[in-house]
């Protein structure tokens, strides 16, 4: 079995300039289950799909609260996601403490980052293996930033991680004018209906979906599973995949006198009448 040479340790670089354990921590993120954001003026939204690992456990929680005005949602190594998501609550309690105030979302970030980005130049510790999509509200407006295993870290209008991401990515590509100016309701709706294309076919429900929301006089919190089933039937979600199978009906009616056709021009006189009803239809 080939083994790379230059993936051993993570302060190893390969002589492309790579680091493989980083990378690694990167796909790690990718296999993990989806997360979205998007954000608006006023409201930041996160999603997520629960993903059980059996049908007799329940699903791991993808989404944490950090303080009034911050939340995550996480893809990748859950483990990792909770020892950050408890270093994010440490630094909003303190600077709370120092300054009596709320720590700004992009301090945090920041700080966030520099945390990851020691893990990738010590050959003590491992990069940790999870993304953040960080939604927060201060004073300068809503912000949603992505925070990279690799140190890195990014701020999005909309943005999704995680396994199965590229289609909910493809949908928000396609609405990304109008999240600027979107209400909360547009926005929830807008982040189910990118969680559904992340689902690739499945039916989407309150159970394997989580949705959070922070904005402008609301503090961040996570909505329940009624209120969620709710939002989905108001918006018809699920309805929206209904009408592609019931246009496949006419087709099957038409291979019938197609069939019907081919026997009548093989009898003879009978070609005639039945060769139009399928033009007809």
């Not at 990792?80 to 709320?102: A, K, Q």
């Not at 100016?181 to 807008?190: A, N, P, Q, T, V």
Request: hydrophobic share 35%.
């Amino acid at each position: 079995m080939f083994r790379n040479q230059y993936d051993t340790d993570v302060t190893t670089w390969s002589p492309a300039g790579r680091l493989f354990q980083v990378e690694y921590a990167m796909e790690a993120v990718k296999q993990g289950s989806a997360a979205i954001g998007l954000r608006s003026k006023t409201h930041v939204v996160l999603a997520c799909v629960n993903k059980a690992n059996s049908e007799l456990s329940s699903h791991q929680k993808k989404i944490f609260k950090v303080d009034n005005h911050i939340g995550v949602a996480i893809a990748g190594l859950t483990a990792d996601g909770h020892v950050l998501s408890r270093y994010m609550r440490s630094e909003c309690i303190n600077y709370n403490y120092t300054y009596e105030s709320p720590l700004p979302v992009g301090r945090l970030v920041v700080q966030l980052a520099d945390k990851a980005q020691v893990c990738t130049q010590r050959s003590w510790k491992r990069p940790y293996g999870v993304g953040l999509l960080v939604a927060g509200l201060d004073e300068s407006g809503a912000h949603l930033y992505y925070n990279c295993p690799s140190g890195n870290y990014f701020e999005y209008q909309a943005f999704a991680i995680g396994s199965r991401s590229q289609a909910a990515k493809t949908y928000l590509e396609r609405r990304f004018d109008n999240f600027i100016g979107s209400s909360r309701e547009d926005l929830i709706k807008d982040a189910l209906i990118a969680t559904r294309e992340s689902l690739q076919g499945e039916k989407l429900r309150s159970s394997v979906c989580t949705i959070a929301v922070v904005g402008v006089g609301e503090p961040f919190h996570i909505l329940d599973q009624e209120t969620v089933q709710q939002l989905i039937d108001t918006f018809e979600i699920v309805k929206e995949e209904e009408p592609p199978a019931e246009e496949a009906q006419p087709t099957t009616e038409q291979e019938a006198p197609t069939d019907q056709a081919s026997g009548a021009d093989q009898g003879g006189a009978a070609a005639g009448d039945q060769g139009g009803s399928p033009m007809e239809i």
